[in-house]
């Protein structure tokens, strides 16, 4: 057997054993597969690091580690820039920073502590942080121990119900990105997002409902069952719209939920949405926000104000660009507090868009920066929930 063949065949039983392992192994077993998967490697040592619900923070997973910043750490960059970060580490050798990514949501990064680093070892630590990435994303589904770990403060209710409720932080493939951020964090009463993907097209959807309690949790949630519910129906947009209305007018008749519902056509780039009275989506094109772009007059919010509607909910169009944004957002971004007390604005916000943009970084990042920036300006005390949406459309060059 030539070097090439049985360097294959030691990764295929590296594999094996691993994925056997992973598929028996309880989540706070997993710091010591991956432990042990490391030695076989003939790694030093690995420590998986999850990203806090901030995203501020890498906590470990396990016990003997201290957390590290995401802005301000090795391990942060290679969390930011979804790319391998390599340090020295005094006599030990090195350590190596891999981020840890399921499809396009970034959980955090997986360290490993190595004397030397071959393309062999690297393409193995590789091959490690994926399927890493994969189990957590499976048993933190069914397990309370991630949530615990990467919560830095109790949560309320309200906001626990609705966190219940929501799709990954990000999803997409070769074509589109969709990715959200909520705050604040632990007292979320009545924003949430949706997106979902299919072959040709991806559906999202940004909500509002009226107050900031346990009632307006309720609201949303049936709002996201709504949307649901009409998509895996397989209706059109209109009629998606009627049924969040028709269900929030029979279960919540005295409760109400702005939004915008949106498709988007992955081939093409044709964008079609719903204003249910909500703030207009912002396009941001060549790192600058359109200005009007997208704005359309906006229609009754959804529930009960729509019954007295003598018309079909209206759906606009518009045709988005190669590497095109489109930035959903609910008012409590617009109406936080800057130092003096001033709203941030529309204004001052497309600058924040702009900035957060301009560095080419991932929509997750950008979106991540955007909102640190915005609670950082008012000390993380916002007055109502602050979420965003951003999509970005990214064809594959024609040949």
Known sequence: MDTRAAVAGMDERLLEELLGEA??????????????????????RAVIYLVDLQQRDLVPLGE??????????LAGWAYRTLSVRVEENGAAGLAVWFPLVDGAERLGVLGVWTETLSATRLRRCRMLASLTAMVITSKRAHSDSFARLTRTESMRLPAEMLRAFL??????NAQVVSTAVLEPAYEIGGDAFDHSLTQTELHAAILDAMGHDLASGLTTSVALAGCRNGRRNGV?????????????SQWLPDQFCTGVLLELDLAGGALRWCNCGHPPPLLIRDEHVVAQALDRP??????????????????????????DRVLLYTDGVTEARVHGGAQL???????????????????????????????????DQLRDDATMLLIEWKPPPRP
């Open 298 to 323: 906006a229609e009754p919010p959804m529930g009960m104000p729509a019954q007295f509607m003598t018309a079909p909910r209206e759906v606009h169009e518009a045709q988005l660009e190669p590497g």
């Open 167 to 172: 799709p990954p932080r990000t999803i997409g």
């Open 236 to 248: 059109q947009l209109p009629r998606l719209v009627e049924t969040v209305d028709e269900a929030l």
């Open 64 to 73: 003997g580690e201290r957390s590290l910043a995401v802005d301000s750490s």
């Open 345 to 379: 604005g529309t204004d001052r916000f497309t600058d924040s868009i702009i900035r957060a943009t301009a560095a080419g970084e991932p929509a997750s990042e950008a979106l991540r920066r955007l909102i640190h920036e915005i609670l950082d300006r008012q000390a």
């Open 23 to 44: 598929h028996a192994a309880g989540p706070g077993d997993l710091p010591e597969v991956v432990a042990r998967s490391a030695a076989a490697l003939g790694l030093d």
